[in-house]
């Protein structure tokens, strides 16, 4: 049974949907691998995700990941960045977009060049990617203040 005691030590990177589906793929579907429905629901448990998410997530394919990636790029955020300042939230970012029922839709239009507005219309990490864009704003317009010689 695979158990993570520290959530996090499981994968945090964009690979997240790639990990669960090669994890899934060795026990989903097979008979003499198979999870019981408790080992399933632990997993999840584990990786803060609903069994139906799992299950999901399983199935899709491993572009997201790669969108994901570029739709932080669009908003001047890494991956890398939030996973250290926020690393429960891109966690969120990335099964949010491992859920989405237009990956399609998105591939395409990156790959045609379209707009960051034609995505906001229908990409449902928009609103957290744009507070995390007006975050990182704010926290580089910031001035520290020095101390003057006379203090």
Known sequence: MIVFKDVERA??????IGW????TSKFVGTSELGLDDKEFEQIARDLNLS?????????????SGDLLNKRLAEYGLSASELR??????????????????????????????GSR??????CPNTQTLEALKTESLEKS??????PCCCC
């Open 20 to 23: 669960v589906k090669a994890i």
């Open 117 to 122: 507005a034609a995505r906001t219309d229908y």
């Open 51 to 63: 069994v139906p998410e799992l299950h999901a997530l399983s199935r899709k394919d491993d572009r």
């Open 141 to 146: 317009a910031q001035v520290p203040i020095t």
């Open 11 to 16: 994968p945090r990177t964009s690979a997240l």
């Open 84 to 113: 250290d300042r926020h690393p429960e939230v891109l966690r969120d970012l990335q099964r949010v977009c491992g859920n989405c029922t237009s990956l399609k839709r998105c591939a395409n239009e990156f790959k045609q060049g």
